[in-house]
């Protein structure tokens, strides 16, 4: 079975228990600040589970990616030694809030497992854990569901402390916790290990598939256990570990997911060894960095960019140890793509974005790994069994090693890493930083001195003076026209981008208008109170302290706030049409159109749009107040308002309601009334990542000319078939019925044509020990084609192994035939297969007719040519 089947399967019987299918959450928590990255599929839900969060549902189903490369849960320096260790992973998990508990969950999970409806799973492969005084559940386990005492464990306190179990989740020291049950597969006797709990645990044999977290408990400061009034369950299964078992194999790399990475990863980097672990890395690491860039992490020298810079470079190191020293790694992204692009669109929006980012990083990374190797192999090549703690720092440093990397290696060559002494280096370093530090700001310069008053709610112009100024980074007492620079100002009108809106555009001039003028072209905050106006100096001269009117383009504010105050609208609307549980994962708002990211996990259909249009409408017309109101965000919450994706609140927010239509917290500006908004309309809906969907719209003069100019397209569409607007469709339907004629008349000469030339290649076959072996170009075929070609060539040679091939659009397609008498000897699947691994692809089926395509054509000949001696070999 697919992972991606299995991955729909188990979205699909949840569903079909009452559970609300929720889209996978970004990488990004988006309001947890104690995780770098999300690492399990209860991140999304741990507000709920605290009760700080209230959902439309009570059970949820997701299919989580999550990744543990860095902080508490990392699992980077295992990833390639171990067959079960990953960066990036998909986590299968159910949750009831307060609603179904043991007995529920207990079931569900065996009936996923083991029924034929679903998995499939011998029952008596399936052991069971239990905490050590959970009789509840193993009471459940035994006498309801049926396993039988001997598969059965009670896992105690193993880890020194009360409740410091493999059998009991906590969150931290003290709040929600509760006992597991754990669901592990048997792989048999032929595999090394011991059930969980015994000396061999950590053997291949029994493997942990399925996880039932009951949070029971509120551990009080003194350890104390209270029962939770509304016990919940979290429950979670690797998509990868079900993945290996349904298909037979003892590593997730074998799986079908990174099969196709690793023979990716092969090509790419010339690798000898197919079943080198560094393949592994490879394979996994292009998953993790890809994901993380679609999320919007970039490489950089901290936080989460640090931790995709490592696994980066780690994954080109494992190139350059497999020999290749070029650029391979940002390839594998359209391999990625095919793989998981169906499943996570984001992948597919984003393919071209993440290969340039792993481009470059490769290119930056490729200018010091042969000097950064350099060092190392001149430091370990007197043989020394310890890496001093300043080299591996310099390694660090100055050639930008992650100390895991310089680890890798030396792990390889069995030498320890002095970790202490790189740990002094660095916070040697860190004391450097803090005593010559003053704050560093966006746009690379740093930033010492009082805040910008921002005025703009009220105001589109200004007086203002200028508190500093800054030209390639560099702080200078004065810009001269033609510089490009940064201008910090005491007062600014000027909306500096965030929640989605970008930053305002206009002009700052000398007092008067007659000495300077600096053209802002963006602005941007460089802390929680300083706004960074950036931009070109055209006229005259701008100093430190200079009086200055700061003026944004009120044509672009007003088209902007349009579009904002139409993004809450939109909201608003899409809860009302399509449901509560939609919910804002992402936003842009400029001047010439607002683009929404939600939860949702369908295509809205063309009918709930033109509702969702209707009703934005209705309240534009209907030219309601929009007010805005400073309170705490606690009052704010209780009052209704919503809180959007990845804004950080301070303790006082500013309200924006709109009528008693849409209420949320946010710091944009916006339209006085919603009647000024003028005309809304959608332009797009689609896709952008799994339950994610994302729409486009336009507002007032935006949409007046999309309007337009999609009236002028038809009339011009219209005028090219030679018929009026209002009889297109008519029009339309008729040329499809001709061109559906003229294809089964092209797709019959196709036929025929193939016919005649199948005839003249009978006297092509060459015997081969009793069997006729054909291999050939067909021109102008389809597959469909070549596959009748195959039948007739097989009833007219008898005996025979024939491969057909068509090139089309530069790709290869490949029919393999062996007739039924000569299957025993000759397998099509493996012959179609041998072809194919020469052209650029691969290919498979059954043992008298297979098909496979490739992406190399000039290599189609050589390929045809190497038929012969094939089955020749094979009989």
């Known amino acids: 079975m697919k992972s991606a089947e299995i991955r729909q399967k188990f979205l699909d019987f949840f569903a079909s228990k009452g559970h609300q299918v929720v889209a996978s959450s970004s990488l990004v928590p988006g309001d947890d600040p104690t995780l770098l990255f999300t690492n399990a599929g209860m991140n999304q839900f741990k507000d709920v589970f605290l009760g700080f969060d209230k959902r439309a549902y009570t059970r949820a189903t997701t299919s989580q990616k999550c990744v543990r490369a860095g902080g508490k849960h990392n699992d980077l320096e295992n990833v390639g030694y171990t067959a079960r260790h990953h960066t990036f992973f998909e986590m299968l998990g159910n949750f009831s809030f307060g609603d179904y508990f043991k007995q529920d969950a207990i079931k569900y999970a065996w009936e996923f497992l083991t029924s034929p409806q679903w998995l499939n799973l011998p029952q008596e492969k399936l052991w069971v854990t239990v905490y050590a005084t959970d009789n509840e559940a193993y009471d459940i386990w035994h006498k309801e569901v049926g396993i039988p005492a001997e598969r059965m464990i009670r896992i105690g306190d193993n880890k020194g402390a009360p409740y410091a179990s493999d059998n009991f989740w906590t969150m931290g020291d003290t709040g929600p916790c509760g006992p597991c049950t754990e669901i592990f597969y048997d792989h048999g006797p032929e595999i090394w290990g011991g059930p969980p709990g015994s000396p061999e645990e950590d053997g291949d044999r029994y493997i942990e598939i399925w996880n039932n977290v009951f949070m029971q408990f509120n551990r009080d400061e003194s350890g104390t256990l209270h029962p939770l009034p509304k016990p919940s369950v979290d429950t979670g299964m690797g998509l990868e570990r079900i993945s290996a078992v349904l298909q037979h194999v003892h590593s997730n790399y074998e799986i079908d997911l990174f099969q196709t990475l690793i023979e990716a990863a092969t090509r790419a980097t010339g690798a000898a060894d197919r079943n080198s672990p560094s393949l592994n890395v490879i394979a996994d690491h292009i998953r993790a960095c890809s994901f993380l860039i679609a999320d919007g992490v970039m490489p950089s020298n901290d936080g989460r960019g640090y931790v995709l810079r490592r696994i980066i470079r780690r994954a080109i190191r494992h190139g350059y140890k497999l020999g290749q020293k070029g650029l391979f790694f940002h390839k594998l992204v359209p391999t990625l793509v095919e793989v998981m692009g169906d499943a996570y669109p984001e992948l597919k929006t984003e393919q071209e974005r993440i290969a340039s980012a792993l481009k470059q990083e490769e290119e930056q990374f490729a200018k010091t790994l042969d000097n950064g190797m350099g060092l190392l192999e001149a430091a370990l090549a007197d043989g020394t069994k310890v890496l001093s703690g300043d080299v591996a720092f310099k390694l660090y440093d100055t050639f930008g090693f992650p100390a895991d990397l310089t680890n890798d290696i030396c792990r390889e060559r069995e030498v320890e890493v002095d970790m202490g002494g790189f740990e002094r280096e660095m916070e040697a370093q860190r004391d450097r930083a803090r005593a010559a530090s003053t704050f560093k700001m966006t746009g690379n310069v740093e930033y010492c001195g009082k805040d910008t008053c921002f005025e703009g709610y009220l105001k589109s112009s200004v007086d203002a003076t200028v508190l500093a100024l800054y030209k390639n980074g560099e702080a200078v007492e004065q810009l001269q026209t033609g510089d490009e620079g940064i201008v910090v100002l005491d007062n600014t009108p000027f909306y500096a981008e965030g929640g989605g809106q970008v930053g305002d555009l206009g002009e700052i001039s000398a ?336 043992s008298d007719m297979a098909q496979a395509g490739g992406t190399q054509p000039e290599a189609l000949p050589v390929a045809l040519v190497s038929v012969a001696d094939w089955v020749a070999g094979k009989l």
């Open 511 to 846: 007092a008067g208008g007659l000495d300077a003028l600096f053209d802002v072209l963006d602005t941007q905050k460089i802390k929680a109170a300083v706004f960074g106006h950036t931009g070109q100096l055209t006229r005259g001269a701008l100093k430190v302290g200079d009086a200055v009117q700061a003026t944004i383009d009120l044509h672009k504010r007003v088209a902007t706030a349009r579009n904002h105050s139409a993004t809450h609208l939109l909201h608003a609307a899409l809860r009302e049409v399509l449901g509560r549980h939609v919910s804002q994962k992402g936003s842009l708002v400029n001047h010439e159109r607002t683009r929404f990211d939600f939860a949702h996990t369908q295509a809205v259909t063309t009918e709930e749009l033109a509702r969702i249009e209707a009703v934005v409408n209705h309240v534009v017309a209907s030219n309601y107040d929009v007010t805005a109101t400073l309170m705490s965000y606690d009052d704010a919450i209780r009052a209704g308002a919503m809180a959007l994706f990845g804004e950080k609140y301070g303790d006082e927010v500013r309200v924006l309601k709109m009528g008693n239509f849409s209420t949320e917290l946010c710091g944009g500006t916006h339209v006085h009334r919603t009647g000024d908004i003028g005309f809304f309309k959608i332009i797009s809906e689609g896709g952008v990542a799994a339950g994610v969907r994302r729409i486009e719209a336009v507002t007032g003069e935006g949409a007046l000319a999309f309007v337009q100019a999609q009236e002028a397209q038809l009339k011009e569409v219209a005028a090219l078939v030679k018929v009026q607007p209002a009889e297109l469709l008519s029009k339309i339907g008729q040329i499809q019925e001709n061109v559906k004629v003229l294809e089964k008349e092209l797709a019959r000469l196709k036929g025929k044509l193939a016919s005649s030339q199948g005839d003249e290649l009978l006297a092509q076959a060459k015997e081969i020990k009793g069997l006729k072996v054909l291999a050939a170009v067909i021109d102008g075929a389809d597959g469909n084609t070549l596959r009748d070609m195959m039948d007739k060539l097989k009833d007219k040679l008898g005996s025979a192994a024939i491969v057909l091939a068509t090139v089309n659009d530069g790709k290869v397609l490949l029919v393999a035939g062996v007739t039924a008498d000569s299957t025993s000897k000759v397998k099509a699947g493996e012959l179609v297969n041998f072809v194919a691994q020469q052209v650029g692809g691969k290919g498979g089926g059954r």
